[in-house]
């Protein structure tokens, strides 16, 4: 069965973020004191009393409106709600009860879910505030009193959760999951990816710069395997980071590049290749991950002979670096060649992840320097003894010298590369190590 779900929703400005930061135990939805701040569904995982389930918030329900952001806000939240088995609607106990709070209320009798009403920011805890009583007006049972700020009620908010847990779950082991974290700059189609990915409206999409601030994690699974695919705010350049909001966007987008398998970089095939798409693959390519790009809006390009062989081939000489990325060429609005990506996805997490037997890898490593000796410095010629693969995610070798001075870069690269000629390793970065001989392989 899936992994049980539990959606946090309420009005703008409760405190969602704070809770659901509490509970998942680190910063990731976004907090400030802002309404509005949250957008999308944020997914965390979590525990109690031994059972996992995933935590959604969700942007602030507001009252009907025709501002595109905002009805798409509601949407999100609707959605949460319909995946959730258990809902926790979020009250601000300073407030009172609210023409909206009532009408989230029945919005969610509606939906025949569990609810666990939690009135926030009862920050004077001890006997029972007598603001508390007014929330049974609601109809939807017992209120609890939290300070999600202060972390005080949050765990009997967690036991009545539990205990509306449906009794006959059992939670098998979900295999294995590649996660794929889509960056790239603002507005080059990364929300409009996942959601034809997902075949639903999973992200906000809409033409304005900046619209999704969180890394959003999506959950997909076909006959190529299981996914989470996080989608990432654009990442500006710092200069124009100047918005807090802004500035916690770029963090999570690092955090998703962190936590994924593949970074899969979307570049617009319209703008081409910039210095920023150029700064976001080398955040990728640093933190070791498996990377592909994929050039969208393809089909918005006036194509002759020899278009796409010319454009791929700009790419690989701009992108020294990471000649290794391979490059796909699609169209998210279309669907064109969307669904080739996941075969790649999944050659790249597997190159990523590839593991070398020592004898192989010496084997290689001799016959590179049969074919091209060593380099040698004021008489001393580089001696290259033995080597091992230490690490995975990205391929990391040690590689045991008699002088790690005479092992200049230009040397290094030839083996890399005699590496990839025979192993693939193609999409993954590849890390080399350099020790003299003596020295203990950590």
């Known amino acids: 069965m899936a992994k ?29 004191d802002k309404p509005g701040i949250t957008r999308d569904r944020v997914y965390a995982e979590a525990n109690w009393r031994g059972i996992d389930f995933t935590l ?40 009172g009860v609210t023409a909206i709070d009532e009408e989230i209320a ?21 006997d029972t505030p007598n603001e508390i009583y007014e929330f049974y007006n609601l109809g939807i049972g017992t209120p609890y009193p939290v300070s999600s700020v202060n972390a005080l009620g949050i765990g009997d908010v967690l036991d009545a959760i539990y205990e509306n847990f449906p009794k006959n779950n059992t939670q098998d082991d979900d295999g294995e999951i590649i996660k794929v974290a889509v960056i790239g700059k603002p507005n080059v189609g990364k929300s409009s990816l996942i959601n034809k990915i997902m075949g639903e409206n999973r992200v906000i999409v809409s033409n304005i710069a900046g619209t999704t601030r969180d890394a959003i994690d999506s959950e ?25 909001i802004e500035k916690f966007s770029v963090m999570r987008t690092n955090l998703a590049i962190e ?13 081409g290749l910039s210095e920023q798409d150029t700064k976001i693959i080398g955040e990728a390519h640093e933190a070791g991950k498996g990377l592909i790009i994929a050039v969208n809006k393809w089909d918005e390009i006036e194509k002759e002979t020899g278009t796409l062989e010319k454009f791929e081939k700009e790419l690989k000489n701009k992108l020294g670096f990471a000649s290794y990325a391979p490059i796909m060429f699609i169209s998210a609005k279309t669907g064109q060649r969307v669904n080739k990506l996941f075969e790649m996805i999944n050659k790249v ?21 049969a074919v091209v000796q060593p380099p040698t410095d004021k008489g001393r010629r580089l001696k290259l003894y033995y080597g091992t693969q230490a690490t995975t995610k990205p391929p990391t070798f040690v590689i045991f010298v008699n002088n790690k001075e005479l092992f200049h870069f230009s040397y290094q690269r030839y083996i890399i590369n ?18 003299e001989k003596g020295e203990k392989e950590e």
């Not at 990523?352 to 890898?361: D, F, K, Q, Y």
């Open 56 to 95: 959604i918030d969700t942007a602030g329900i507001e009252p009907e409106s025709d501002d595109i952001i905002i009805s798409q806000m509601r949407e999100q939240a609707n959605i949460a709600i319909n995946i959730a088995d258990v809902i926790v609607f979020l009250t601000d106990i300073k407030q």
């Open 220 to 244: 997909f699974e076909n006959e190529f395997g299981k996914y989470i695919f996080i989608d990432t705010a654009g990442i500006r350049r710092k200069s124009k980071v100047t918005e807090n």
């Open 106 to 126: 029945l919005m969610l009798k509606k939906s025949k879910k569990p609810i666990v009403l939690v009135c926030n920011k009862a920050d004077n805890f001890g």
């Open 259 to 271: 936590r994924s398998d593949v970074c899969l970089v979307l570049i617009d095939a319209v703008e």
């Open 349 to 369: 997490a597997s190159q990523n992840a590839i593991r070398i037997s020592t004898s192989v890898l010496n084997d290689v490593i001799n016959q590179a320097i």
């Open 4 to 32: 049980l779900a539990v959606a946090i929703v309420g009005k703008p400005n409760v405190g969602k973020s704070t809770f659901f930061n509490y509970i998942v135990g680190q910063r990731i939805s976004i907090v400030e």
């Open 418 to 435: 005699c590496l990839r000629n025979n192993f693939g390793l193609e999409g993954t970065p590849v890390r080399l190590i350099i020790r």
